[in-house]
């Protein structure tokens, strides 16, 4: 039997890790309050 090569599957883009002030003014709330949070947790970086 000969092997079959699959292609990576790719999931889609890596979680945004970078902030801008700019982009967190156009969030909803609930999402804005859990980004504000990961940003004081060091979890994501915040640019200014």
Sequence with gaps: ???????????????KRYWHLYSLQNLQTEKLTKIVNKILKNEYVLIK
């Design 1 to 15: 039997m000969t092997e079959t090569k699959r292609k990576p599957v790719l999931t889609g883009l890596p979680p």
